[in-house]
T-cell receptor, first 115, second 113 residues
Framework: GAGVSQSPRYKVAKRGQDVALRCDPI?????LFWYQQALGQGPEFLTY????????KSGLPSDRFFAERPEGSVSTLKIQRTQQEDSAVYLCASSLVTSSYNEQFFGPGTRLTVL | QKEVEQDPGPLSVPEGAIVSLNCTYS??????FMWYRQYSRKGPELLMY????GNKEDGRFTAQVDKSSKYISLFIRDSQPSDSATYLCAMTNSGAGSYQLTFGKGTKLSVIP
């Protein structure tokens, strides 16, 4: 079956522009996570959804970052007024349930470069 | 100090060697321990996960967790050039509700034919 897909795969933005990154999770997966992976680093947690509810946004680095999942499926991560320090790979992951540990399946990521 | 420490390498070994990768952590609440493999320009893929302390073997891969020392390891036997990738340790605690993963920095491994 299809895995997690993300679009665009690459995005170049000028400093100050707004960007929107899309994630299509595996069909039927309840949980959706966003991570940020800077060059040479491991992924760092940004935010988590259970269905359409955003239950944890403790990792969002500033109020310029906003995520939504209005129908409990596709999710969008929006970054307003991008800064150079926002340059990173943004990874989306989904998992089946959250009643116990379940494998998180990762998408290929969106590589954001802010000039 | 980060919650999870991992030597980023790079690590270069000849084909057929035994590879040892490890991470240390500081949060005693972590209960689930994972190893992910990440190829260049790809997302991480799960190799193995272990709950609490103990060993787990899957083919050429063995994962070990020592909670008393807050130390986890991944061993790769008979390493192959196709094993060349970045290996990320990750962990999470039970009962947290979200099961967000905390990752190490990743170790870049090259297996030379």
């Amino acid at each position: 079956g299809a895995g997690v897909s993300q679009s665009p795969r690459y995005k170049v933005a000028k400093r100050g522009q707004d960007v929107a990154l899309r994630c299509d999770p595996i069909s039927g997966h309840v949980s959706l996570f966003w991570y940020q992976q800077a060059l040479g680093q491991g992924p760092e947690f940004l935010t988590y959804f259970q269905n359409e509810a955003q239950l944890d946004k403790s990792g969002l680095p500033s109020d310029r970052f906003f995520a939504e999942r209005p129908e409990g499926s596709v999710s969008t991560l929006k970054i307003q007024r991008t800064q150079q320090e926002d340059s990173a790979v943004y990874l989306c992951a989904s998992s089946l349930v959250t009643s116990s540990y379940n494998e998180q399946f990762f998408g290929p990521g969106t590589r954001l470069t802010v000039l | 100090q980060k919650e999870v420490e991992q030597d980023p390498g790079p690590l270069s070994v000849p084909e057929g060697a035994i590879v040892s990768l490890n991470c240390t952590y500081s949060n005693s609440a972590f209960q689930y321990f994972m190893w992910y493999r990440q190829y260049s320009r790809k997302g991480p893929e799960l190799l193995m996960y272990t709950y609490s302390s103990g060993n787990k073997e899957d083919g050429r891969f063995t994962a070990q967790v020592d909670k008393s020392s807050k130390y986890i390891s991944l061993f790769i036997r008979d390493s192959q050039p196709s094993d060349s990738a970045t290996y990320l340790c990750a962990m999470t605690n039970s009962g947290a509700g979200s099961y967000q993963l905390t990752f190490g920095k990743g170790t870049k491994l090259s297996v030379i034919p």
